[in-house]
Each structure stands twice: as structure tokens, then as C-alpha cells.
């Protein structure tokens, strides 16, 4: 796993979880850098109720990650590895990191004062970075807090639960229903609308690249159309997508999909 910071040279302790984490508050900017997709940007950053949360240039939320163990459980193969002591930008710094079962699946750089994420990488299936994003400047904001209780889940068609990501926060509309689904690291939203729903700027697989390694896919199944946007690691993204209804469609667009995502 490629280390963001330069370690000081202590022996790792196992990783603990900032306690603070759940009410830290903070607004800053950051670089977004996804080598895999060759993709980078300086985005806007907000550290709210657990999660870091990537917003647009309308200061709305597009990707959010969430800080391990704070908006929902762990899923069952993450688990915490190790922390050690470093500097980062010359700044004293220590560093957790979460195991996919041998695989390091993220890690996060801590400011040891404030408990503030400094800097996040995942890492894709091969043990290759996916995306970092590294703080360039930030300031805490009022101290806030989670609310205990979970959303109230409407009764809806979409899975519960699909290749250990859980189902939250939910809408429900006229003709279209939607999710945001969680492991404990990485969210991801599906949509399903009821009727063929054509979606600008896809190719003949359904992939359109949003942004530094978010993506949108978009497929025909059942009489509707299920659209998937996240950014997650590329065998993290393609376990999912194996658990969900496949493409209705033969021919090209089934072959294109089946390689794609097995």
C-alpha cells in the first residue's frame, strides 16, 4: 500500500478510531487525484457527521466518504489495521489504515490534535491507488453531531443489502426510486425508474466519467432503467454490479457489459 506520508519510524501500533470523529465539523479545499483514471481536481470539502462530503461548484454534495466505523458499521471484511506516527507537509501526523481481508482498502492521514482527516487514499483490488484526496486548506466549523437514529426506510423494490453494502437513505417518487448505500468506507447511489430512461453521454457500454474516479452506469433491466453513480474502487464497483439485475439488452451491449463487469 503507497503511503501518503513519511513515517517516522515507530513501530505500527494497531489502529484506533478517533472518538471526536462523529462531531468533527470542518470546510476546507482539497486535491482529488485518481491515477487510474488519470484524473485530477481542486474541489470544495466538508467533514460533516462522519463523512467527508465532495461538493460541487454550487457547494452541492456529489461523492461522500465516510471516516471507518461512523455512519455505518464496518462491513465484515474491512477490519483496522495499523497506525504509525509521520509528518505530512512537514506537519506531525498519524496514520490508520483498513484492511480488505491482505488488501489495504484505504488509508487515512490524522491531524493527532484535532482529529482532523488530513489526507484519504483507497486502493483498487491490485493493491494500486484509486483515489486520494489531500487537504490544502481547511478551518473547523460549530461542532455538530449524528443523529443516533437511522433514516426510516420506505418499503421499495431496490435490494437491502447488495455484496455488503447496506441500503440508507431512501427516496421515493412518481415513476423512480432511490438509494444510498453504505459499507462503512465507501457510498454509492442506485436509482431505478420505472420506464427506458436514456441518459446523455453514455457510451454503448453505459459508463459516463463524472469526475476524478466517479462514475455513472447505466443499464435496462426488467422494463426500467437502473442508474449506479460512485466512486468506488474498480473491483469494489464490479462486485456490486454482479449482484444487481442484469441488462436486459443481447447483442453488443451485453458483451461490452459481461466484460466489463463479469
Do not use: K
Not at 491482505?102 to 483515489?131: K, Q, Y
Not at 461542532?143 to 426510516?152: K, L, S
Amino acid at each position: 500500500m503507497t503511503a501518503l506520508f513519511v513515517v517516522a519510524g515507530a513501530t505500527p501500533a494497531l489502529a484506533t478510531i478517533p472518538e471526536d470523529w462523529a462531531e468533527l465539523e470542518a470546510s476546507g479545499t482539497a486535491a482529488h487525484t485518481c491515477p487510474g483514471a488519470g484524473t485530477e481536481a481542486v474541489v470544495e470539502v466538508h467533514v460533516h457527521e462522519g463523512a467527508i462530503v465532495i461538493l460541487d461548484e454550487d457547494g452541492d454534495p456529489v461523492s461522500e466518504h465516510d471516516l471507518p466505523g461512523m455512519v455505518a458499521d464496518l462491513a465484515d471484511r474491512y477490519e483496522l489495521g495499523t497506525e504509525s506516527d509521520g509528518t505530512l507537509a512537514g506537519r506531525p501526523t498519524r496514520a490508520l489504515s483498513v484492511l480488505d481481508g491482505e488488501l489495504g482498502r484505504m488509508e487515512i492521514v490524522v491531524d493527532p490534535v484535532t482529529s482532523m482527516p488530513l489526507a484519504l487514499t483507497s486502493f483498487d483490488g491490485d493493491g494500486s491507488p484509486h483515489c486520494s484526496l489531500v487537504l490544502l486548506d481547511w478551518e473547523l466549523t460549530e461542532v455538530g453531531g449524528r443523529d443516533e437514529a437511522g433514516p426510516e426506510i420506505p418499503s421499495v423494490a431496490l435490494p437491502v443489502s447488495v455484496s455488503d453494502f447496506w441500503i440508507g437513505d431512501v427516496v421515493a417518487g412518481e415513476g423512480f426510486e432511490a438509494a444510498l448505500y453504505r459499507d462503512g468506507l465507501f457510498t454509492f447511489s442506485l436509482t431505478r425508474w420505472e420506464d427506458d430512461l436514456v441518459v446523455e453521454g453514455t457510451d454503448e457500454s453505459g459508463v459516463v466519467e463524472l469526475g476524478p474516479g466517479r462514475t455513472l452506469l447505466t443499464w435496462r433491466s426488467g422494463g426500467g432503467t437502473f442508474v449506479m453513480i460512485g466512486d468506488l474502487p474498480p473491483d469494489l464497483r464490479a462486485a456490486v454490479v454482479s449482484e444487481l439485475p442484469a441488462p436486459d439488452a443481447g447483442g453488443l451491449f451485453r458483451r461490452l457489459w459481461n466484460r466489463l463487469f463479469g
